[in-house]
């Protein structure tokens, strides 16, 4: 079957139409899962800080917030009444940069 003058190169038309809208929903499902990393390591930085300040000082805590989460997240230690609260946050590459929260009470004797 032989194609009508008209049709020639409206498959390549299509394809530079498709593929940016293509690579940008791919850029977006990739930074989805990127972001969604990045706020898991900070729970797990923020929770093993919080244990790390029951029992340490705040500098033992920020390290291991820090190994855990990486060396550019923020750290903040508040402690009140035996209370332990600890702040991660990573550095803002998002509208809205990971931040979590801990508050721990350590085991009274």
Known sequence: MRSRRGDRGSVTVELALALPAAVAVLALALGGVRAAGEGAAVDAAAL???RAAVV????GAQAVARRVGGPRVSVEIVRADGWVAVTVAAPP???WPPRTAVIALPDQP
């Open 48 to 50: 093993a800080a919080a």
């Open 93 to 95: 590459r998002w509208p």
């Open 56 to 59: 340490e000082d705040d500098a």
